[in-house]
T-cell receptor, first 109, second 113 residues
Framework: EDQVTQSPEALRLQEGESSSLNCSYT??????LFWYRQDPGKGPEFLFT???AGEEKEKERLKATLTKKESFLHITAPKPEDSATYLC??????????FGPGTRLSVLP | DAMVIQNPRYQVTQFGKPVTLSCSQT?????MYWYQQKSSQAPKLLFH???????NEADTPDNFQSRRPNTSFCFLDIRSPGLGDAAMYLC????????????FGPGTRLTVT
């Protein structure tokens, strides 16, 4: 059974304090790993897709990396507007999508 | 702008009273999904359509049905809502192929009284 776990469940950072979020997965043939940002009361917003171990993607203060068992979302010098829940999802060879429970990030000014 | 639209944004229904949620997309994507998301939980896939082919997740309650009359529109019907069905319902679309990312609508918040 495909599974995704994320840690920590919640993270509080001071503005400018860099950190990383973890997504661990088990999947029967990875087609893609996705990171989304979700603001309260809204739908998830697509951030990155990673396809194979060793791949990295960057966007502004965010950088996503992928190994065979986990992915990290690195946040460099975060700002209060980066506060959100960050969701990780995997798509298996069977094309099913499975989401993790998310990490709630709060960045304090 | 191409997008995924969900109506209504907020829906209140009574216990046992059928309700329909709608989703439309201007992205012309083949695949459409319905997810249920409860507070502080992961989105849970209910079903998806690949064009007109319907795929039901094994643990989706029989109470939930879906229709996709054309590429642009998809509906979620809850035949007899229970209190446990109160949640955010998310519609998403994607293109088929390797790791096609999903584009989500804003969601419909369903309250059951």
């Amino acid at each position: 059974e495909d599974q995704v776990t994320q840690s920590p469940e919640a993270l509080r950072l001071q503005e400018g304090e860099s950190s990383s979020l973890n997504c661990s997965y088990t999947v029967s043939g990875l087609r893609g790993l996705f990171w989304y940002r979700q603001d309260p009361g809204k739908g998830p917003e697509f951030l990155f897709t990673l396809y194979s171990a060793g791949e990295e993607k960057e966007k502004e203060r965010l950088k996503a990396t992928l190994t065979k068992k986990e992915s990290f979302l690195h946040i460099t010098a975060p700002k209060p507007e980066d506060s959100a829940t960050y969701l990780c999802a995997v798509q298996s060879r069977g094309q099913n999508f499975v989401f993790g429970p998310g990490t709630r990030l709060s960045v304090l000014p | 702008d191409a997008m995924v639209i969900q109506n209504p944004r907020y829906q209140v229904t009574q216990f046992g009273k059928p309700v329909t949620l709608s989703c439309s997309q201007t992205l012309n994507h083949n695949v459409m999904y319905w997810y249920q998301q409860k507070s502080s939980q992961a989105p849970k896939l209910l079903f998806h359509y690949y064009d007109k082919d319907f795929n039901n997740e094994a643990d989706t309650p029989d109470n939930f049905q879906s229709r996709r009359p054309n590429t642009s529109f998809c509906f979620l019907d809850i035949r007899s809502p229970g209190l446990g069905d109160a949640a955010m319902y998310l519609c998403a679309t994607s293109r088929p192929g390797q790791g096609g990312e999903q584009y989500f609508g804003p969601g419909t918040r369903l309250t059951v009284t």
